[in-house]
């Protein structure tokens, strides 16, 4: 059974930079394209970017031009690179499969941007 565990996530000014990485234990087959998700206090979870096993990706406005994901299939791990942050980025963000999640969640990985 395939697990994700996420990481890299911490305490950051608003203005520094974050980069997470999600590692699945199992394989994941590289045809499916893999997303990073967030969910802020009191809010639902949304996805915030998604990459295809062709390298193309799709981002949320909020983030878009902030944010890069890219994925190694070979290491099985997807990472976020985060930039310019925002106290509005402040969430517990996961890694899944998209557009449909069909793995388990992971324990998320805590992101906190302080103003």
């Known amino acids: 059974q395939v697990q994700l565990v996420e990481s890299g996530g911490g305490l950051v000014q608003a203005g520094g930079s974050l980069r997470l990485s999600c590692a699945a234990s199992g394989r994941i087959s590289s045809a499916y394209a893999m997303g990073w998700y967030r969910q802020a206090p009191g809010k639902q979870r949304e996805r915030v970017a998604s990459i295809t096993s062709f390298g193309s990706t799709n981002y949320a406005n909020s983030v878009k031009g902030r944010f890069a994901i890219s994925r190694d299939n070979a290491k099985n791990t997807v990472y976020l690179q985060m930039n310019s942050l925002k106290p509005e980025d402040t969430a517990v963000y996961y890694c899944?499969?998209?557009?449909?999640?069909?793995?388990?969640w992971g324990q998320g990985t805590q992101v906190t941007v302080s103003s």
């Open positions: 899944n499969t998209a557009p449909n999640v069909t793995v388990a």
